[in-house]
């Protein structure tokens, strides 16, 4: 019999994040039960940390630069996104016998919705808010509202518990049917400006909130963009009491949503669902939210984007409480899961690695051996970068600036680039040339440049 699969995905929430990572006072009960009663990833990484090509990866499997989603294709830079044609594992499901739902942000496609890729209902974000429009709140423009602010809608008019509604009505509507179901829940939540309904928005008090590890990064012999960035959104002369309400305000963000989540597990396990249902949580990636003075994303590659929370729990196959320590793409490596979990073939030219090994408690034949991450700026422009990351060491080819090189044992914070220093030039070549043959693998652009810069190659000759 074939499991049901609830898969939700947030939007810019970091892997630091979650009550039982133990790394920031935040509460998520809910997720923190679903980590007990499943498998936690450590080691999950997005393939690029920004909203539309993650997602894109996510829906086929493949790097978003191998079909030109470079960056997001509706943020004024023109740019190519994902065909309908393409594979989709949604599509595959639906093919196997799936009922298939999609629940809210979409953002994969300009030109199509999931209805075009393999799902069969679609209730879009603007359905989803359609009881907090009711209020008419008068938001301040993006940018002057960009730290956020407390929500005076209720919280059962919120989009967050709103779509946890819409998802127990369509569990209640797939139910019915004889046949397996896949819900995909996507919140637009935690992305900022963050905006909580009470009780979350008091939950916290900036007071207490702890400054972020690293929140005053120096910035040294470390790429000029990342001062830019700062300058660009007119933080420059921020301390840390400029954003301990918008942290306090992201932490009761996460609550929320961690609130909403819990109604849909609630439901499931009222049903008598929880028991052949497999639940997946993760995000397209993490948000700086303050954290060196920085808000968002793009043109960085530190942890605090890349690293991103994953937790499965697939009942009678996955051990309860168990933690996986191996590096996962979750952007890509979900895909083949997915359709094995669901009984799909799985095309053999993805750029994914399939968890069921782990999931499974099996040593995996070829698991990933590094991370790799990408990026290519947007939000003023393009900014080309490619980062490697093994269990201790962190690698960034900037192409256009100084390159970064990272002793995570030692400086877990990434404050110190130590790609100048010469007690490190072994470990610099051989994490260039791990990130060479991973971009060979997957074809990457950069590599097709006459200008290839030598230390690269240097690192490929090891």
């Not at 729990?313 to 996986?324: G, I, L, M, Q, W």
Request: net charge negative.
């Amino acid at each position: 019999m074939k499991p049901n699969i609830l898969f939700i995905c947030v939007d810019q929430q970091r892997w630091d994040c979650l009550g039982h990572n133990d790394r920031y006072p935040v509460k998520t009960p809910n997720l923190d039960k679903l980590a007990q009663e499943g498998m936690r990833f450590d080691r999950s990484y997005t393939t690029l940390p920004s909203c539309c090509p993650a997602r894109q990866a996510l829906l086929c499997g493949k790097r978003p630069e191998s079909f030109g989603a470079l960056c997001n294709y509706d943020q004024g830079i023109p740019m190519g996104h994902i065909s309908v044609d393409a594979f989709s594992w949604a599509r595959s499901l639906k093919q196997s016998g799936y009922n298939t739902g999609y629940i809210g942000v979409w953002h994969d496609s300009p030109t199509h919705t999931p209805l075009d890729f393999g799902f069969d209902k679609y209730i879009p974000n603007s359905e989803v808010c359609k009881a907090s429009k009711k209020y008419n709140v008068q938001w301040p423009p993006f940018l002057v509202g960009i730290l956020g602010g407390k929500n005076p809608i209720p919280l059962e008019d919120a989009p967050t518990h709103q779509q946890a509604c819409i998802a127990n009505e369509l569990i209640d509507e797939f139910a019915d049917k004889t046949e397996p179901w896949l819900i995909r829940m996507n919140f637009a939540e935690p992305h900022l400006p963050c905006r909580p309904s009470e009780p979350f928005a008091s939950m916290y008090d900036p007071e207490a909130v702890p400054k972020w590890d690293g929140f005053d990064d120096p910035f040294e012999n470390k790429p000029y963009i990342q001062k830019q960035h700062v300058k660009n959104w007119q933080l420059e002369n921020s301390t840390w009491d400029t954003f301990k309400e918008m942290v306090a305000l992201y932490y009761g963000y996460i609550s929320q949503v961690d609130d909403a989540i819990g109604k849909v597990l609630d439901h499931l396990k009222e049903k008598g669902l929880d028991k052949n249902t497999v639940v997946i949580y993760t995000s397209d990636h993490g948000d700086m939210a303050g954290q060196r003075h920085m808000i968002d994303k793009h043109y960085v590659l530190y942890e605090e984007v890349t690293h991103t929370p994953l937790i499965i729990k697939y009942p009678e196959k996955v051990k309860a409480n168990t933690r996986c320590d191996e590096f996962v793409i979750n952007t890509l490596d979900l895909v083949p899961t997915l359709l094995e979990i669901a009984g799909c073939d799985v095309p053999d030219d993805l750029h994914a690695v399939s968890m069921m090994p782990y999931l499974l408690g099996k040593e995996h034949p070829n698991g990933r051996q590094n991370a790799m991450v990408t990026c290519n700026g947007q939000q003023f422009g393009l900014f080309f970068q490619r980062m490697v990351r093994d269990k201790r060491y962190k690698y960034i080819w900037n192409l256009t600036d100084v390159d970064e090189l990272y002793d995570l044992e030692k400086d877990p914070c990434e404050i110190t680039n130590l790609i100048y220093d010469e007690n490190y030039t072994e470990i610099l070549a051989q994490m260039r040339k791990k990130l060479y043959d991973e971009l060979r693998a997957v074809d990457d652009f950069t590599l097709k440049s006459i200008w290839l810069p030598p230390q690269l190659l240097e690192g490929r000759k090891l």
